[in-house]
């Protein structure tokens, strides 16, 4: 079904966001002729809601297409409902497109049954977010070494920790490993409904994004970061040890965050969206937007794109005991 004028990206009307077709789009044998729609598979206040905006934005306030775009959130099933949406009822429209990222990639990893990121076409990666491990402001652990203590010296899964996603399932599951105590995962829809059961003081505490938790860090902010998974120490949050300084054995991991299309969609449309999310990449509006969020920039596109996801896949299915 062709999602209502009032899901129009920024609540604009759809007249407002129909673009001269003279204006700035990526060239070549075809373009848009309709409605574009942006499927986001997640809910809305989440890393990867918040990313398609900012796509979203760029892509209009820039005029890099003739038509209108459209949002159209589908959270559900760790990004599984959005792109079985797609797959099912989208195939082979190049007039669609999908938020894709590593959760898409790794939950039919942990559930065989979910649709999986082979139903849709990779068009371009965009960013890498790391991982942090927060707790409230007002918690009693100041420092990971404290949490960790407290958390060996009780049962399994005493603890709970609240997550956006199977990425960050995943994360917690690398994290338990490290320090030998299963922790227990709390899931919900989104990055934001992770954010607020963390900030209402529902869970323990939470593995995540900076991009989702950015807005909440500070002196007087009501979340405090403990330990980063990467092998050095944020320049934006300096004080902020890594899990390995602080001796816990835990990988690097990050999430990635892309771009992908209905399968069946002839090459034509494909180099047509590249180009697109080339200028999207190159935009000065999403190179602040990820500075200002603690990520890194990771163009990819077309054939790099999907070797990327191949050797992701084979990653994840290491970290997770789950060979293909």
Do not use: C
Request: no cysteine; net charge positive.
């Amino acid at each position: 079904m062709t999602p209502s004028r009032r899901e129009v990206l920024l609540g604009a009307s759809a007249a407002s966001l129909a673009l001269s077709s003279g204006l700035g789009f990526a060239q070549g044998a075809w373009k848009p002729t309709r409605d574009v729609e942006f499927v986001i598979p997640f809910a809305v206040g989440g890393g990867s809601d918040l990313l398609a905006r900012i796509i979203g934005k760029i892509i209009v306030e820039e005029k890099l297409i003739p038509t209108p775009l459209v949002l159209n959130n589908r959270p559900g099933g760790g990004g599984a409902v959005g792109i079985g949406y797609v797959a099912a009822s989208r195939r082979a429209d190049p007039h669609t497109i999908i938020l894709v990222n590593g959760t898409t990639q790794i939950t039919p990893i942990l559930t065989p049954a979910a649709r999986t990121l082979s139903e849709v076409q990779p068009i371009a990666n965009v960013m890498l977010d790391d991982f942090l491990l927060f707790v409230k402001s007002d918690s009693k652990y100041k420092t990971v070494q404290e949490f960790v203590a407290d958390v060996r010296s009780k049962p399994d899964k005493t603890f709970n920790f609240s997550t956006g996603g199977t990425t960050d399932v995943m994360a917690i599951t690398i994290f338990s490993r490290a320090i030998g105590k299963e922790i227990n995962a709390v899931n919900f829809n989104s990055g934001g409904e992770s954010l607020t059961a963390l900030l209402g003081g529902h869970v323990d505490g939470s593995i995540g994004n900076p991009l989702e938790f950015m807005g909440h860090i500070g002196p007087n902010g009501p979340i405090r970061p403990l330990a980063v998974f990467r092998d050095d120490r944020f320049k934006a949050f300096p004080n902020v040890p890594t899990m390995k300084e602080s001796g816990i054995n835990a990988p690097n991991f990050q999430m990635w965050r892309g771009l992908a299309m209905p399968k069946g969609v002839d090459a034509a449309s494909q180099v047509y969206w590249q180009d697109i999310m080339r200028k999207v990449n190159a935009s000065p509006t999403m190179k602040k937007y990820i500075a200002d969020n603690v990520a890194t920039e990771a163009p990819l596109y077309g054939k790099d794109f999907e070797t990327f996801l191949a050797n992701q896949e084979r990653l994840y299915r290491d970290l997770l005991g789950k060979p293909a």
